[in-house]
């Protein structure tokens, strides 16, 4: 039974490493096939800003210094458009069934285990990825954040592709120290503030692309609006929807830190020890934390938080990967 | 969305009706004025008198940039210590280190490397990040306290230059849509108040909500200080400290019986709780087979306690994650090892040393480290030290252990003789051989002997110095022994964090204005809003109010108020 399970485990996560490859390259597609098309100045786009800028007044800050007035835009036939969103749809319709495999994976790992699959590094990686996966797909519906398709795809393709060829690791018992329903807590607590911190650093990276397009267009007007990246959201909007995730995230991560610190108080004798993880943890906080300040301080704003919240991210990352395999510590469950 | 009270979104509040037509954002650009109050005109500071330039400098450590500022830089301070070892985390590998760089460690040691997180300048950042932090609060909290008691803040003249704005004409008196417009926003759980804005003129609504965005965003900060110093308070009244016990010995809660004790500064020893216990056996299992063979899958210990002298004793069964307490003082299981039981015997045949000798695993296959020290033996004392190998076999020609049980126990020593310096009252570690004054026993080649032990054999040393039998081998637990009397204060500090975090981030401030006037015999309604934080939708809250409050075409009113549960 148990080998049956870890291998429907294994098939469903090779199979959703590849669909999510398949759902990348139909957002590459999307892109390209935008490449000619004009920036989307209809105050409605495409159904995706009306979402997040539902007031006239946020509508006249994008694209700041009010585009169409500028260059004549050409207007898009609609063949084009709808070409390029095709593919956009069928991206996210694999992604949301690379999903579903990859749940599958999950789940049948753990069953295979008898426990919560988050023993090892390998099982931290699926279980990982599976959160973003599912807070873009969340996010799409919520705030329709498909024009984060590629970057996603290619995070969770990338993720799984390693985590399967390098970090892979047959089903095995837990150690002792890992005996607690806090595991439960601690590390869904955490990979779901992960889950969403990844979807926000994305959105970042994507904003700071947009911002410095529309910079470049607003130094030089005559300049060609056209491209994918002309018809995403303008950047003050994707900025707000990274920040509505982070905002999401933050508290969810001091959660995840307060119950590893209870669990530590259990497990070690003591709720803080300055475990190199703990500091880690507490670093991603602090400068989580200085991203929510950020945004609030002149001469921070915009760029440099989302600056900030990059930072962030690597900080987070550099504790998932750095610390599990160089670092020493008590937080070492790698299995590496 | 300031998450941080700043002087300057203060200002904002004590007079709301000021930006009531200005940012649809709100407070989005703050700390302006506070940058402008230095760097602009020409960049020439104040005159500094030391009054005013102690101000400045007050201005300036509490302004919000500064904070950030603290907050990347506590960020990076914390590095180092997750790279260079900590003296409190692990002092052995701190030890290891200077080891391996002599150079570096005396600068290390001087700049507090070894331990960064009471470093001066660590505790520079957080104190003076904590002082910013009291500096925002303080005022604030008093800004507030007058905010939640005053009312909803006069209309703007103009309510049609907001961008959530509806307008319309109707029948009903004047007083009737007011009172209407009043009990729909009271259900909605605004603040309310109606103001006649002449008499027998235009009637106000006003109304606002979302006082709980800074109620939050202050409980998190004052939260945030409450966990710092119940932290610092805990670490100063309670103890931390470790003990190995052999399975079958006792440990009683004295200092002495401490390999490491580390008391707070305000900890009296005297008031450690008596008790007692014996570890009366330990069980250990590793995985036998598959991928993670040689993981440990369950260790226990059988403990018999009294908790004072006299009382009953009873049986604790101590695990991982599950702390024996006693008396607020926890014993947590935290690792575990060999004893290796060896009898020494001297030159003159007597047994100068017997019993259990804790050894320390290296690693995950638990080759085990130790010495043993035979001062008694005559007419040189003897000294040992050596690697215990649970499961001993050869990897690549030099011995190893294959699996962490105790399969295949061998003891590998090597031996000497002469002076163990014990005997100079200076404190020597029992993991430690000082070997200055001692002379190695070796082959006749000259290269050091090796002994080779499995269990019952003995080795008999050169010249007849006396001999080393390998009796068995014990377990030994580590134990963890502490007390953190008020840890509670920060685990509750971190949940109204994380409570007031919530209300900062997600409720939004939002205010509403409803104007009724007579016009020609007519009743014209305005409807207004205004978010004082960005990301709520007032459009659709004010099509909605509208919908609710526009007089019935058709059917009646009853069912409205039901329309209101949108608002948010």
């Known amino acids: 039974m148990t080998e049956t399970l870890a291998t429907l485990s294994n098939n469903t996560l090779y199979s959703a490493t590849v669909v999510y490859a398949l759902a990348m390259l139909a957002h590459v597609a999307e892109w390209a096939m935008a490449h000619r098309l004009p920036a989307d100045v209809s105050p409605a786009g495409r159904g995706q800003r009306s979402a997040l800028v539902p007031s006239g007044a946020s509508s006249a800050s994008v694209g700041g210094e009010a585009p169409p007035a500028v260059a004549p835009a050409p207007v898009?036939?609609?063949?084009?458009?709808?070409?390029?969103?095709?593919?956009?749809?069928?991206?996210?319709?694999?992604?949301?069934?690379?999903?579903?495999?990859?749940?599958?994976?999950?789940?049948?790992?753990?069953?295979?285990?008898?426990?919560?699959?988050?023993?090892?590094?390998?099982?931290?990686?699926?279980?990982?990825?599976?959160?973003?996966?599912v807070a873009y797909v969340f996010l799409v519906r919520r705030y329709r954040i498909r024009w984060l398709g590629l970057l996603v795809t290619g995070f969770l393709l990338a993720v799984l592709g390693i985590a399967?060829?390098?970090?892979?690791?047959?089903?095995?018992?837990?150690?002792?120290?890992?005996?607690?329903?806090?595991?439960?807590?601690?590390?869904?607590?955490?990979?779901?503030?992960?889950?969403?911190?990844?979807?926000?650093?994305?959105?970042?990276?994507?904003?700071?692309?947009?911002?410095?397009?529309?910079?470049?267009?607003?130094?030089?007007?005559?300049?060609?609006r056209r491209g994918f990246l002309w018809r995403t959201p303008a950047a003050l909007d994707i900025d707000r929807v990274a920040y509505r995730v982070h905002a999401f995230a933050f508290p969810l991560w001091t959660f995840a830190v307060l119950a590893g610190a209870i669990w530590a108080e259990y497990a070690w004798g003591r709720y803080w020890g300055w475990d190199p993880k703990e500091v880690w943890a507490l670093i991603t906080w602090v400068v989580y934390a200085a991203y929510l300040h950020a945004r609030a301080t002149a001469g921070w704003q915009g760029r440099a938080a989302a600056y900030v919240a990059l930072l962030g991210y690597a900080t987070f990352i550099f504790n998932f990967v750095g610390i599990n395999l160089f670092g020493s510590g008590l937080h070492a469950y790698s299995g590496l | 969305m300031a998450l941080r009270p700043s002087s300057d979104t203060t200002t904002e509040r004590d007079d709301p009706a000021l930006d009531t037509d200005v940012r649809p954002e709100g407070h989005a650009s703050q700390a302006a004025p506070d940058a402008s109050a230095w760097s602009g005109r020409g960049g020439a500071a104040p005159a500094l008198k030391p009054v005013e330039f102690s101000r400045w400098i007050w201005r300036q450590l509490t302004s919000m940039r500064t904070a950030l500022i603290l907050l990347l830089l506590l960020a990076i301070a914390a590095i180092p210590g997750s790279i260079v070892p900590q003296e409190r985390v692990d002092p052995s590998a701190v030890f290891l280190f200077k080891d391996d760089h002599p150079r570096l460690a005396p600068l290390f040691e001087r700049i507090g490397m070894f331990d960064v997180y009471s470093s001066i300048w660590f505790s520079a950042i957080y104190l003076l990040l904590m002082v910013s932090l009291l500096g925002c609060i303080v005022p604030r909290l008093r800004v507030y306290a007058r905010a939640v008691r005053r009312l909803p803040p006069k209309a703007p003249r103009n309510l049609s230059r907001l961008t959530a704005y509806d307008t319309w004409t109707t029948d009903e008196p004047v007083d009737v849509a007011a009172e209407r417009a009043r009990s729909l926003l009271r259900s909605a759980r605004c603040r309310v108040r109606v103001l006649d804005e002449a008499p027998g003129g235009d009637v106000v609504v006003s109304a606002e909500k979302g006082y709980l965005r800074e109620a939050g965003n202050l409980l998190f900060h004052c939260a945030v200080v409450a966990v710092l110093v119940g932290v610092a308070v805990t670490g100063l009244l309670g103890f931390k400290g470790s003990a190995s016990v052999i399975a079958g010995q006792g440990f009683s809660n004295t200092v002495i019986q401490y390999d490491e004790f580390t008391p707070g500064a305000s900890f009296d020893e005297a008031t450690l709780a008596p008790f007692t216990f014996t570890v009366k056996d330990f069980d250990v299992r590793w995985e036998r087979e598959g991928a993670g063979r040689g993981t440990p899958l369950t260790f226990d210990a059988d403990l018999s306690v009294t908790d004072e002298p006299g009382a009953t004793p009873y049986d604790y069964n101590l695990r991982v994650n599950y702390p024996l307490k006693v008396d607020g003082t926890s014993v947590f299981l935290v690792g575990h090892g060999y004893a290796p039981r060896v009898t020494v015997r001297d030159g003159r045949g007597n047994v100068a040393f017997s019993g259990p000798v804790v050894f320390l695993p290296q690693d995950g296959s638990f080759v085990s480290y130790g010495v043993v020290k035979a001062p008694d033996a005559s007419p040189t004392q003897l000294?040992?030290?050596?690697?215990?190998?649970?499961?001993?076999?050869?990897?690549?020609?030099?011995?190893?252990?294959?699996?962490?049980?105790?399969?295949?126990?061998?003891?590998?020593?090597?031996?000497?003789?002469?002076?163990?310096?014990?005997?100079?009252?200076?404190?020597?570690?029992?993991?430690?051989?000082?070997?200055?004054?001692?002379?190695?026993?070796?082959?006749?080649?000259?290269?050091?002997?090796?002994?080779?032990?499995?269990?019952?054999?003995?080795?008999?040393?050169?010249?007849?110095a006396g001999s080393i039998t390998f009796d068995g081998y014990d377990r030994w637990v580590r134990l963890q022994i502490s007390k953190a009397p008020g840890k509670v204060v920060p685990l509750v500090g971190v949940l109204a964090a994380i409570v007031g975090l919530l209300g900062s981030l997600f409720v939004r401030p939002r205010r509403t204005w409803v104007r009724v006037r007579s016009t020609g015999g007519r009743t014209v309604v305005e409807v207004a809003a205004l978010d004082r934080v960005s990301g709520g939708d007032p459009v659709a809250h004010v099509a909605d109010l509208a919908s609710a409050l526009r007089p019935p075409v058709a059917a009646s009113g009853a069912d409205r108020p039901a329309q209101q549960e949108d608002h948010r």
Request: glycine share 10%.
């Open chain 1, 164 to 224: 399967l060829l390098v970090l892979y690791r047959p089903v095995a018992p837990l150690v002792p120290a890992l005996h607690s329903y806090w595991l439960a807590i601690h590390v869904s607590a955490a990979a779901i503030a992960g889950g969403a911190f990844t979807v926000g650093a994305l959105a970042s990276v994507l904003y700071l692309l947009r911002d410095r397009l529309e910079a470049k267009a607003a130094a030089q007007p005559a300049l060609p």
């Open chain 1, 76 to 133: 898009a036939s609609e063949e084009e458009v709808e070409r390029s969103d095709r593919y956009g749809r069928i991206g996210l319709a694999l992604t949301v069934l690379g999903l579903l495999l990859h749940a599958v994976g999950v789940v049948s790992r753990g069953t295979a285990a008898e426990r919560v699959p988050w023993g090892s590094m390998y099982e931290f990686s699926i279980t990982g990825s599976l959160a973003v996966a």
């Open chain 2, 383 to 464: 000294g040992f030290e050596g690697y215990f190998f649970p499961t001993a076999s050869l990897c690549d020609g030099q011995p190893c252990s294959t699996f962490p049980d105790a399969d295949n126990p061998v003891l590998s020593l090597l031996a000497y003789r002469g002076d163990l310096g014990v005997d100079s009252g200076e404190p020597r570690s029992v993991y430690v051989l000082d070997k200055e004054d001692l002379q190695q026993f070796t082959t006749p080649g000259g290269n050091p002997r090796a002994l080779l032990l499995r269990v019952g054999d003995k080795a008999m040393l050169d010249g007849g």
